[in-house]
């Protein structure tokens, strides 16, 4: 329904979180270099405020870098037009292909539980004390979704493909007993498919988009239930209505799946 936007936004800015220990839902994000892992927070930013957002940073040369521009541990607040909203929305170092260590994995679980506290530095090894360890993590500190993001136009079977999957499969393997919930959003939809690009409305109407949802589910092991096609926010001046509703669907699975895991408790770290 493309005409869902306004509901969306209300549901999303009445929206409480369901343990009142919680004032604020922090999502972590997570995805392979040039994904569009900030570019997909500016947009989720975008929508609230009605206009093009810039707050996390993002390298314009970065579809083509060897290296992630994010270095810390940074979460934004999502603000509407009328006040703070109760979601944080948390950003990471993006995986390296040729350079994906386990200390990268432990950094993205210890994150997700809490651990890591906003402003880290990612170094060559995993954080486990100092000043930026978080030793005993509250109920707040914690992250009660792990977005990945990842680029609909080159999910393929290549190589380096094939490393960052299989990372993300560990990663969702560490964090399944947890109960973490994990989504998937499939980012610049309007690359991989020329239907889509003229017209985004077809975006679920794409026979590419769809074989690229499955071969997705399958390589990194969501359901394609919890996988979204979305076209960020990039190099316009203003939004979009029909953008909007598909960065609003995906943000509204993603806050409903958090509050879930919320709601059955603190993670046993």
């Not at 500016?42 to 390298?59: M, R, T, W």
């Not at 506290?117 to 109920?139: V, W």
């Not at 977005?147 to 969702?172: F, G, M, N, P």
């Not at 991989?192 to 590419?208: G, I, P, T």
Request: proline share 3%; glycine share 4%; hydrophobic share 35%.
């Amino acid at each position: 329904d493309w005409g869902q936007k306004e509901a969306l936004k209300r549901h999303l800015e009445s929206f409480t979180p369901s343990n009142p220990d919680v004032t604020n839902i922090k999502i972590l994000v997570a995805g392979q270099i040039g994904a569009g892992k900030s570019s997909f927070i500016n947009s989720v930013l975008s929508v609230f405020q009605g206009e093009i957002g810039n707050e996390a940073l993002a390298d314009a040369s970065q579809s083509a870098a060897s290296h992630s521009f994010t270095k810390r541990l940074r979460a934004y607040r999502i603000r509407s037009a009328h006040a703070d909203l109760p979601f944080e929305i948390c950003d990471i170092k993006g995986l390296e292909p040729e350079n994906i260590s386990e200390c990268q994995i432990d950094d993205i679980v210890n994150s997700i539980y809490g651990h890591v506290k906003e402003g880290y530095k990612f170094k060559e090894k995993s954080l486990t004390d100092g000043e930026h360890y978080n030793q005993n993590p509250s109920l707040s500190d914690q992250a009660f979704c792990l977005v990945y993001i990842i680029d609909t136009s080159t999910i393929q079977l290549a190589a380096e493909d094939k490393i960052i999957t299989e990372k993300l499969r560990l990663i969702r393997q560490k964090i399944s007993d947890k109960g973490i919930p994990q989504v998937i959003v499939m980012s610049k939809v309007d690359e991989a498919s020329l239907l889509v690009k003229n017209d985004l409305k077809m975006v679920y109407r794409s026979k590419k988009i769809k074989e690229r949802m499955e071969l997705c589910s399958a390589k990194v092991g969501v359901p394609v239930s919890h996988i979204f096609p979305v076209k960020n926010y990039h190099n316009e001046i203003d939004t979009n209505d029909d953008v909007d509703v598909l960065i609003l669907k995906a943000f509204d699975q993603i806050v409903r799946s958090a509050d879930a895991r919320l709601r059955r408790g603190a993670s046993n770290i």
